[in-house]
């Protein structure tokens, strides 16, 4: 299990090896500006409507949380690779993400495919959030063509 940010060569991936993102936090003010752009759904965007709501309060849209860690922590860690994303699949939504709430992430290498004669490799990875609690809030896969010659 790793908890490091800096970049990380990808000839250097094992399949089953860990990588810890930390601790995010998503504030209403993030929940609600992402929901304006990306999905204006009242209980997104609305905390009067998201109290009546089944979830009796404001909650993040699904992609929210995914898309922070994305960027935030493994752009900078495994970004500097990427030739192409390939797909994204068993995205699950499992609960709801509050603001103000402690959300753990974590992300596994699942499965890699090398071609040394192209220099690249498929790697498909397991990100896997979880609340304070260590209850699981969210699961996707994410398939991604990566450049071996990265460093």
Not at 66 to 83: N, T
Request: aromatic share 12%; with cysteine; glycine share 6%.
């Amino acid at each position: 299990m790793e908890n490091r940010e800096e970049k990380i060569p990808i000839g250097s991936l094992e399949v089953g090896q860990e990588f810890i993102f930390g601790v995010t936090v998503l504030s209403e003010k993030e929940i609600i500006d992402f929901a304006q752009r990306f999905d204006p759904l009242p209980f997104h965007t609305d905390p009067q409507v998201a109290a009546q709501s089944r979830f009796k309060g404001l909650v993040a849209s699904g992609p929210h949380l995914f898309m922070k860690i994305y960027k935030e922590h493994w752009v900078p860690c495994f970004g500097h690779s990427v030739a192409a994303g390939l797909e994204i699949n068993h995205w699950k939504f499992i609960r709801p993400v509050f603001a103000g709430q402690q959300n753990h992430a974590k992300v596994v290498v699942k499965h890699l495919q090398a071609n040394p004669e192209k220099q690249q490799v498929v790697v498909t990875w397991h990100f896997a959030y979880a609340d304070e609690a260590g209850n699981p809030i969210q699961t996707a896969e994410m398939t991604v063509l990566h450049r071996t010659d990265d460093f």
